[in-house]
């Protein structure tokens, strides 16, 4: 096998490997929860033993760390702006006249 095979079957494997993307958000676990405790991946680095690495990035802090995969845990999206609202789903949104009243007078 060619060095170029081996380490593009390499990063294949690697990239397999790791349960988070770059880009993406993360927490620390069993940290303080803090304000800003959320991270970035900014790169995904070889496996320590059989856990991947992780470069990360606070946008508070200057400088990145890197984490293991067991020490992370992805952060939830928060929900689209259409379903956060279950109040606008039955009631409309301010300002909007409901139909049945809107055409009630008498």
Known sequence: MTPTRMSQQSRRVHSATHLFTTGQSVRLKNAVLLAGNVYRITASLPPTGASPQYRIRNENETFERMA???DLELVAASPRREESSSIEK????PGEALGSV???GG
């Not at 039955?90 to 949104?93: D, S």
């Open 90 to 93: 039955h009631f409309g949104r």
């Open 68 to 70: 293991s995969e067991a």
């Open 102 to 104: 809107a055409g009630a």
